[in-house]
């Protein structure tokens, strides 16, 4: 089936490459489009969403790429398959929760998917390794292009594309950029910096988005307007802060090395050492963990494991990938046991000569 | 040096620069955190609250009267009351951007700074973005006279949908010359 082949990968956002991987993990730019002639999708019907199904799903299958576009039915997906996706990025959680005919179509690469009825009729997202918002935003202007000289776009000449809230009206864009940022955990720094760019009217969430924690030190940094300004301003905007980021969280490392490198050289060892040995873990601690291999890999503390392993580890021990990986279902119990013996598998002296 | 609210040794030295003159604190590990971590008005301010910031503009300038009144007010397109809309923070269809205009002003405002957009527009201007709001509300009166069992309106309603979908105007309208 082709669910259980994006399982196997572990997708681009994670693939750890592209300019300042160490620290920005991906780039992210999704667009928030509706149809003039339907209601919004608090307001449409049963009827209408199955209409809106149908027709966008027509729409969607003429974007003219060289990969495949996988179409999955939402809506008539396995709770399991949906929390996978959910898991990868390729839908948001409200999406995977809520009711109704709706779908979602994934180039085969991962580098982009659209929604279809999720708080808006079509939510256009293209995901790159690495910090690469430009080119994100020439494939997204592209797709929105193909997709809108097909039909109608509910647009209004003063406030641009208009979206079920108004959060989103104008440009509809949210630009995001996903960075690991474990020193400035450690050293107390993150409230602070957050703090500061919540005054230039960035957000900041974790990895999962909106009210997630932010597990294993990821932060997405993104713009809240999205009105008065042209996307190429407010692309701008999150592309500017994050040189300042990396150099904040390069400095934190620095200080860690100086002040304390046995200290961190002791966190990262055992962090790996727990990885390698448990009989059973869960999620967070997961997470927690791998965050300090991450780094100590990075600042090379660590030799006989590459960054795309750990990245790959990240996604692969999330509750729902774990069990499609293993083909079965499993409670949480079971899955603790499940994800430690992946673990040490990857981890352990087999799992070293494994360069993915 | 000891943390100045507890006897464990200060690890953190920081110099709060905010309001007038610099301030030093000598705090340890879980003092610091403490300090550091958002207040509840800092981290609730970081997500914009949409029914928040609405019932909080509603409440300057407006008698309870007129906020009932308000309330009320329905669009004539998809039927959403403003009551709704404040309730669940989501519009009901891209007609209420027109219908509920002077309310939506201000919060725009607020969320945004601005009030005109200036990024992308489409490659086909929709000209006739009226003609589209109008197959939204056929298609509810569509749904109200099956409802009401009244078969004749709905399969006039279905033609003349069906006829504005096909990119023809149905003959009763008055509408100016397509592109």
């Known amino acids: 089936m082709e669910l259980n082949d994006l399982a196997s990968s572990s997708g681009e956002w994670l693939k750890g490459d592209g300019p300042e991987s160490d620290i920005v993990i991906s780039s992210r730019i999704r667009l928030a489009r509706n149809l003039a002639h339907f209601p919004f999708i608090s307001r449409a019907t049963d009827s209408d969403r199955v209409d809106l199904e149908e027709v966008l799903r027509a729409l969607i299958t003429t974007i003219d790429t060289p990969q495949r576009l996988i179409y999955l039915n939402v809506g008539e997906l396995e709770g399991l398959d949906r929390q996978f996706l959910v898991e990868r990025q390729l839908i948001s959680r409200e999406h995977a929760e809520s009711d109704g005919a709706r779908g979602v179509a994934i180039q085969e690469c991962e580098q982009y998917s659209v929604m279809i009825n999720e708080e808006d009729h079509l939510r256009i997202q293209v995901m790159h390794s690495g910090l690469d918002l430009d080119a994100a935003w020439d494939r997204i202007s592209h797709i929105d292009d193909t997709i809108e000289s097909q039909t109608t776009y509910a647009f209004d000449d003063r406030l641009g594309f208009l979206t079920a809230c108004p959060t989103n009206v104008g440009t509809g864009l949210r630009v995001s950029v996903m960075l690991h940022l474990p020193a400035l955990v450690i050293t107390n720094q993150i409230e602070k910096v957050f703090r500061s760019l919540q005054k230039i009217s960035l957000a900041v969430r974790g990895l999962y988005g909106e009210g997630s924690q932010a597990m294993g030190d990821f932060y997405q940094i993104s713009n809240q307007i999205t009105l008065g300004r042209s996307e190429q301003e407010l692309i701008k905007q999150v592309a500017d802060v994050v040189p300042v980021m990396i150099d904040y969280e390069r400095k934190a490392r620095d200080f860690l090395i100086r002040e304390s490198q046995q200290k961190l050289h002791d966190r990262v060892s055992r962090a790996y050492g727990i990885l390698r040995t448990a009989q059973t873990i869960s999620s967070e601690e997961t997470m927690h963990l791998l965050s300090s291999v991450r780094m100590g890999v990075n600042l090379g503390l660590i030799h006989d494991v590459a960054i795309p392993t750990v990245n790959k580890l990240f996604i692969h021990t999330q509750p729902a990938h774990l069990q499609k990986i293993r083909g079965a279902t499993l409670d949480t119990a079971d899955r603790n046991i499940e994800r430690a013996s992946y673990l040490r598998r990857h981890l352990g002296r087999d799992g070293n000569s494994e360069n993915n | ?179």
């Open chain 2, 1 to 179: 040096m000891k943390c100045q609210q507890c006897d464990k040794t200060a690890t953190f030295h920081i110099t709060e620069l905010t309001g007038g003159k610099p301030q030093e604190l000598h705090l340890c590990e879980d003092h610091a955190r403490d300090y550091l971590a958002p207040t509840e008005e800092e981290s609730t301010a970081s997500i914009p609250a949409l029914t928040g910031i609405l019932a909080q503009q509603l409440a300057v300038g407006e008698t309870a009267e007129e906020l009932a009144r308000l309330d009320q007010k329905s669009c004539p397109v998809c039927g959403i009351t403003f009551l709704e809309f404040r309730k669940q923070g989501r519009l009901g269809c891209p007609h209420d951007y027109e219908c509920f205009g002077k309310e939506l002003e201000p919060l725009l405002v607020n969320i945004h700074g601005e009030t005109t957009h200036t990024g992308k527009v489409p490659k086909t201007a929709p000209g006739n973005t009226h003609e589209k709001t109008r197959l939204i509300r056929l298609r509810r009166e569509m749904k109200d006279a099956v409802r009401d069992e009244d078969y004749e309106r709905a399969c006039q309603l279905r033609d003349e949908i069906r006829q504005i979908e096909q990119g023809g105007s149905p003959p009763d309208q008055t509408s100016s010359p397509r592109e």
